[in-house]
Nanobody, 120 residues
Framework: VKLVESGGGLVQPGGSLSLSCAAS????????MGWYRQAPGRQRELVAI???????EYADSVKGRFTISGDTAWNMVSLQMNSLKPEDTAVYFC???????????????WGQGTQVTVSS
């Protein structure tokens, strides 16, 4: 499975950015799709994710500021980030868990990552 990310960049505190991710390859079904991030010297952490096509989960630190959208049936997901803070600075990775066939095991895939920098 290949994940292609777009978006990211440099923004001032309080600004907004949008990230998008599209999955392609051998995909029978998508179990979950979303975003993680990793700041320098820190562990990769969940930002937001859509599970089972409908259920959305957010990290407490981004609730009310970030919105994840998309449809796992369409193999696409976007992340709208508003009211950005310097502590949101990180490399953001698209993530998906898919089944390659009806009887196949679930597989995890990661995008290459896109840098988000929040700074004045």
């Amino acid at each position: 499975v290949k994940l292609v990310e777009s978006g990211g960049g440099l923004v001032q505190p309080g600004g907004s950015l949008s990230l998008s991710c599209a999955a392609s390859g051998r995909i029978f079904s998508v179990t979950s799709m979303g975003w993680y991030r990793q700041a320098p010297g820190r562990q990769r952490e969940l930002v937001a994710i859509i599970r089972s096509g409908k259920n959305k989960e957010y990290a407490d630190s981004v609730k009310g500021r970030f919105t994840i959208s998309g449809d796992t049936a369409w193999n696409m997901v976007s992340l709208q980030m508003n009211s950005l803070k310097p502590e949101d600075t990180a490399v953001y990775f698209c993530y998906t868990r898919i089944k390659p066939s009806r009887t196949g095991f679930e597989e995890d895939s990661w995008g290459q990552g896109t840098q988000v920098t929040v700074s004045s």
